[in-house]
Structures are given as C-alpha cells and as structure tokens.
C-alpha cells in the first residue's frame, strides 16, 4: 500500500495504464495524462481517476491535471526526453516531492539524480531478470 494519495500518472500506455489501474485499486487519488486520447481504453472499467489529454510536456497541461496538488508524479511514456523534462518540472517548478520517472538509457540515470528524481530503468531490471534466469539454469543443471 502506497502512502501517497494524489498521483499523476504521465503516459496511459502499457506500463502508465497498469500503475493507474493498480493504484486506483488501492484507492488513490490518480489522474493520468497522454496527448493521445485512445491510449485511456487501456484503464479498466473499475478506474476512478481523472483523464486528461494533452502533452504533458505543457504547463497548462500539467495544471489542468492540478499536479500543484499531487504528492507524487510518475513519468511512464516511453520516450526519456518526456520523461525528464516532466520529471524536472514537476520537482523544480511544482515541488512535487516525490518524482519517478521511466528511462530506458542508463548512461542517463545520473541527470535525473542531479534534479533529485528517482529513476526505474527496464533496460537494467531486463539485463538483471535475464540474467538471473542464466544463473537459475546453471544451478539447475550442476
Ligand atoms: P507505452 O510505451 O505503451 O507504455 O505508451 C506510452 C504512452 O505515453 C502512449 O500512450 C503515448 O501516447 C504517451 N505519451 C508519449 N509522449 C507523451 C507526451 N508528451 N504527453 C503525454 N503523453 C505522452
């Protein structure tokens, strides 16, 4: 169960849509952001957040998803430079305090440190499950 009640979800794709609809479950307070507006068929019936479609690279747009009041932000599309720069505005022009965001490059994790934003990299958490896998099997077999 997570502590933070107001989460704004960046990205209703695969990974944002399964964040949305979890912690929606687990009642929070979501709203979830994505400039395509198809991409919230992805929310399940039970979903009781807020839509709102728009890039989130935007302000306004930001505003409108009243992240002034979210205690947490979750940066979910799949391009890094979206990411960062959301992330980036929701710590430093929002104070959001807590800032995750999706990065695919790890050579780019220590940029995101710099703002004081946490960072989930698949590429690694893949290379590290692929990798367990291998040791697995070599277990297996000796
Ligand atoms: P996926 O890679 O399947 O998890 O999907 C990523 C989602 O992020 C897609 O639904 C995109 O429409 C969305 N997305 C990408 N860039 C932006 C942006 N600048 N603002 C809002 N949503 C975006």
Redesign the pocket.
């Known amino acids: 169960m997570t502590p933070y009640r107001y989460i704004v979800i ?7 849509s399964m964040l949305a609809n979890q912690l929606s479950r687990q009642g929070c307070s979501i709203v979830v ?4 507006e198809a ?1 919230f068929r992805n929310l399940s019936t039970e979903f009781s957040g807020f839509q709102v479609t ?4 935007e302000l306004a747009v930001l505003r409108q998803a009243k992240i002034d009041q979210a205690d947490c932000l979750l940066a ?4 890094d430079n ?1 990411n960062l720069m959301v992330a980036q505005v929701a710590r430093t022009v929002f104070g959001v305090p807590k800032v995750i965001a999706r990065v695919f490059d790890p050579t780019r994790e220590e940029v995101y440190r710099q703002f004081e934003i946490e960072t989930i990299c698949p590429t690694q958490l893949s290379a590290n499950a692929f990798l367990a896998a291998l040791q697995d099997q070599s277990e297996g077999t000796t």
């Open positions: 960046v990205g209703c794709g695969r990974l944002g952001v994505d400039r395509d991409a728009g890039d989130a690279a979910a599309t799949r391009h979206v």
